[in-house]
């Protein structure tokens, strides 16, 4: 098995990046991370105003993936996700959806023990372990910040990448370029605070370029559910290119009418917001994998 270290830090995805390891296709990775705030904050910090904020949502990597061209997809199979033993939530004035709100910053530790967080005296909550920031190289040069989603992934906070799941995504350039970072312990979907129970941790992935196909990425399959994700200035657009996308892939994939799709989106599929903070808002269609059970699916 291979690993990254979570020293290999980007700040920007882009074909700019030199690679930090070389695989296979079809090679398992361990990507060590650190937290969206590059493990600044100790315990013993009381606020967040010491923070270098040239330095948050670090990705691991990136990762060349040999035979990955561009015109490729490139499948990241999650196979586990591991987090420490503390993290740590933040908001304050300009931050999240109550930032004009807030006069203060706030910052809160939560421990983990025996898969639970110790929220508060009151609440214990169990974790849901989930990526944050997940993203190719982008085309033609362009450089994105880790902190922002588009088509190329990056920071969509979408809970659904998680252990068991399948995100797809473009191969805009040679080897693809994959980062990954902004583990969360848990993540309301939303995100409003501006953070998730931010933490450090490692995500075991199995890399696979996937030829000959053309789908309306970012895409995501589970065990229940086909996802497609999207980002835009605002959630009504993203929800808006989210389902079109996924009638996109219905049409394609399955060679159903277009009108069947539609139909078959509003009888059964989901609209739920990823995150409403970044500079592009991400929201997500999910259509139970149940409804195409007569369908013979590639993933």
């Known amino acids: 098995m291979y690993k990254l270290k979570k020293h290999h830090t980007i700040y920007k995805m882009s074909a700019n990046n030199s690679p930090a390891l070389q695989v296979p296709s079809g090679s398992a990775i361990v990507f060590d991370t650190c937290d969206c705030f590059e493990d600044q904050i100790s315990l013993e910090d009381s606020d967040f105003s010491g923070i270098d904020w040239n330095h948050i949502n670090p990705a691991t990597g990136p990762l060349y993936v040999e035979g ?7 499948l990241v199979h999650i196979d586990s996700i591991e987090v420490a033993t503390t993290g740590v939530m933040t908001t304050g004035p300009r931050l999240g959806v109550f930032g004009d709100e807030l006069e203060h910053n706030y910052l809160k530790h939560i421990s983990v023990e025996n898969d639970h967080l110790h ?12 990526v944050g920031v997940i993203g190719t190289a982008p ?19 979408c809970r659904r990448i998680t252990t068991g799941s399948t995100l797809v995504l473009p191969v805009s350039v040679s080897g693809a370029l994959l980062a990954i970072g902004d583990l969360h312990a848990t993540m309301g979907d939303g995100e409003v605070a501006v953070c998730g129970v931010e933490i450090a941790g490692s995500v075991t992935v199995r890399v696979e370029v996937l030829k000959g196909k053309s789908w309306p990425v970012p895409m995501l399959f589970d065990s229940e559910r086909i996802v497609t994700i999207a980002s835009a200035q605002t959630l ?15 049409t394609s994939e399955c060679q159903m009418a277009k009108e069947e799709a539609i139909f078959l989106l ?9 995150q409403m903070v970044d500079p592009l808002r991400t929201a997500r269609v999910e259509l139970p994998r149940s409804s195409l059970a007569s369908y013979s699916l590639p993933l």
């Open 139 to 157: 085309a033609d040069g362009e450089s994105v910040p880790c902190g922002t989603p588009g088509q190329h992934g990056g920071n969509m906070d």
């Open 119 to 130: 929220f508060s005296k009151h609440i214990t909550l169990p974790i849901r372990p989930m």
């Open 236 to 250: 009504d657009e993203a929800s808006t290119i989210a389902a079109a996308n996924m009638v996109e892939w219905l």
């Open 68 to 74: 990955a061209q561009p015109g490729d997809l490139l």
């Open 266 to 274: 509003s009888a059964v599929a989901d609209v739920r917001i990823c």
